[in-house]
């Protein structure tokens, strides 16, 4: 039996900040995504909900929320919550059930309605909460870890502001090509300077909004789409949702402290190059075979580092990369071509099926302006709170 799966439908709500409920835009996503595919809601034999929980509204539930608002249908449900991954588990969890046999059409969805401003946690006492106490004790918000990442890149490899500046270009320029993106301009790297600086080095335009957004994704086995008359589908290989290897000696909110490697040697990867790695070698394929890839970018600073962490380049290698031009539309290698969370922003459980979305329209040969010439395989990486994170590589 194969791993691959079928991508035969996809869709997004646009991103911004509508003022509205994430249900409403999960519903916009799946109708788009199940009229790409050419089937009724009738036909969706079980739907994964990428789960949104803030505040106490119902986003805890889903897959039965999604479902209940498409109306009821018999459809099978399951929730997924995983942080900035739980869109990749979700995927992860409707591919576990095609290829058992349980379903032989699963919609997958994930909307949000994000908090103005960076994330916080809910209200309360919660001493037992890591997210809680590095707000309580470190006042370290994400922007404050982002900041703190940045300056460890400049201290180790050299890389200046001018660098993550460029980040920011460079996205901003595939982002305004893309009609679902909610920054739709081109920004110069002096615009980036002169924003704000909300955590040193790194200014305004460096770190990534919070956003409204939704994305769904029609998954099926390969049998299936050929009987739709689809005999050559994208297809999702390898989905990858590792956790981290003791010790670990890098830091990464909300923990506040590494462990020690005093006692216990350091494992051979640490955890983001450990999730890339574990969908290389499940999918049978390695960074030269890659046509594209969408990450993760919280920040620019962040962004340089996942060029490394996938493999492109050496450790310390990224802003090489992204000065030579090969990382940008029209490079050998484009990465965020549909202009990364830098032109969308967070929707949390939606993002990573955002990525999934852009991959499959790139494979397909219709993302327009932005298309990547002759694409074939493309991969995406994020990485969330507790020790999630995901890579999904989908090929043609």
């Known amino acids: 039996m194969t791993g691959d799966i079928a991508v035969l439908g996809a869709g997004l709500h646009p991103w911004g900040k509508w ?19 050419g089937l009724e809601w009738a036909d969706v034999q079980s739907v994964v909900g990428a789960d949104t929980v803030r505040g106490g509204y119902p986003g805890y539930v889903a897959g039965a929320t999604f479902a209940r608002a498409l109306g009821w249908q018999g459809a099978r449900v399951t929730s997924v919550y995983a942080a900035c991954a739980s869109g990749a588990q979700a995927i992860a969890a409707a591919r576990a059930q095609l290829l058992a046999g349980l379903a032989d059409v699963v919609l997958v969805v994930g909307a949000d309605a994000a908090p103005k401003g960076f994330f916080a946690p809910a209200g309360g006492d919660r001493p037992d909460d890591p997210d809680w106490l590095r707000f309580r004790l470190l006042g370290a918000t994400n922007p404050a870890y982002f900041g703190l ?45 002169a924003s704000p600086v909300v955590a040193d080095p790194l200014r305004l335009l460096d770190i990534c909004a919070t956003s409204d957004g939704a994305a769904a994704l029609v998954l099926c086995g390969l049998d299936y789409a050929r009987r739709r008359g689809v005999p050559d589908p994208v297809r999702i290989r390898a989905v990858a949702t590792a956790t981290p290897r003791y ?40 960074p030269d075979d890659l046509s594209l890839a969408e990450v993760y970018d919280l920040s620019t600073a962040l962004e340089l580092q996942w060029y490394e962490d996938l493999g492109l380049c050496a450790e310390g290698g990224g802003a090489k990369l992204l000065r030579e031009g090969t990382t940008a539309l029209g ?34 040969g219709r993302a327009g302006a932005r298309q990547v010439p002759g694409a074939r395989a493309g991969i995406t990486a994020n990485q969330g709170l507790f020790g999630h994170g995901s890579a999904v590589v989908v090929v043609r």
């Open 331 to 364: 490079g050998r290698l484009p990465v965020n071509p549909s202009g990364g969370l830098a032109s969308f922003g967070e929707a949390v459980p939606a993002q990573a099926i955002a990525q999934v979305c852009e991959l499959t329209w790139q494979l397909r």
């Open 19 to 37: 003022g509205r409920n994430f249900v409403e835009y999960g519903t916009v996503a799946a109708r788009a995504a199940l009229a790409d595919a």
């Open 149 to 193: 990442y940045a300056r460890r890149r400049m201290a180790l490899y050299g890389d200046t502001a001018d660098d993550f500046a460029q980040v920011k270009v460079k996205n901003a320029a595939a982002g305004a090509l893309n009609p679902y993106a909610r920054y739709r301009k081109p920004v110069t790297a002096a615009e980036v300077v």
């Open 247 to 286: 010790p670990r000696t890098e830091l990464d909110l909300p923990d506040i402290a590494t462990d020690s490697a005093a006692s216990v040697p350091e494992p051979p990867a640490a955890f983001r190059p450990s999730l890339v790695e574990a969908a290389y070698e499940e999918a049978g394929l390695g």
